[in-house]
């Protein structure tokens, strides 16, 4: 083989080792941008539903002139009902199946029995039934017209009222009840700290010779008591612990419950 068809070997050679490593440069590049490309969209993605996921459940009215409110009374039949009558400030009622956008005055009621929804209306007057007997708690708050509820100042544009139904179903008993009594800011013989079974129904009695709200942290019960008439905490005892109940006001505990 002579020199100059060597020299031509030798060429073609370093030509493909050159065209075989830019290729794969290539390859290499485009997989990278790929991968950041699939990243980017990943972190696009997260973004986004991060950005929907916030879902705002109440309207604050706080920046609004002249806010609405709502005041409650209630009528026991002495036959396990109640008839209550709603009065409103700046706010007026409008029908369920309203699909129009919100607006600050308007809106319907959300009626909670001892905590729970139990009825949405858009009028002023409406007659509970079939309660059992005893003390309840009844609340009426303002609603926008997309269901999320209307705040001011951090707290439900709402008020409750506490009834005693006669006539009606006998409620089946709690397996444990205990009293707790406030008087002049203290507790009537010391903090107590009630035990019980993990399953247990419970029910807390708390009479108080002030206004306040009586708050059972973490079963996140909230009820008011004044004088004459108690707040009335029930629950199935089915979180283990210890638990703190305090007057929400005075800021001081009135009773542990364990839950063993």
């Known amino acids: 083989m002579n020199l100059s068809k060597i020299l031509l070997c030798v060429l073609a050679f370093f030509y493909v080792v050159a065209c075989g490593d830019e290729d794969n440069t290539v390859k290499k590049n485009h997989s990278t941008t790929t991968v950041a490309s699939v990243e980017h969209e990943h972190e696009h993605e997260h973004e986004h539903e991060h950005e929907h996921g916030d879902v705002v459940d109440v ?16 009528t026991p039949d002495g036959e396990g009902g109640v008839m209550l009558v709603v009065e409103l400030e700046n706010f007026e009622l409008v029908p369920l199946e309203t699909k129009s956008g919100n ?17 949405m209306i858009s009028e002023n007057h409406y007659h509970l039934s ?40 006998e409620a089946s008993g709690p397996d444990i009840s205990f009293q707790v ?3 002049e ?53 089915t979180i283990p612990g210890i638990f703190e109940a305090e007057l929400h006001s005075a800021g001081f505990r009135i009773f542990e419950l364990q839950v063993s």
């Open 185 to 237: 800011g203290k507790v009537k013989g010391g903090l107590s700290r009630f035990e019980v079974s993990k399953g247990d129904s419970v029910e807390v009695i708390v009479h108080s010779d002030q206004i306040d709200e009586v708050h059972l942290h973490v079963y996140d019960k909230m009820k008011k008591v004044e004088p004459g008439v108690p707040a009335i905490i029930r629950l199935d005892a």
């Open 130 to 169: 079939n309660l059992v007997n005893g003390h309840h708690e009844i609340a009426v708050s303002l609603s926008a017209i997309d269901h999320r509820n209307y705040y001011l100042d951090g707290k439900p544009i709402s008020d409750s009222v506490m009834v005693m139904i006669e006539g009606g179903e």
């Open 59 to 74: 309207i604050d009215l706080s920046s609004v002139a002249d806010p609405p409110a709502v005041s409650v009374a209630a």
């Open 181 to 183: 009594e406030i008087v």
């Open 103 to 119: 607006q600050p005055r308007q809106g319907h009621l959300h009626v909670e029995l001892d905590g729970a929804t139990v009825a």
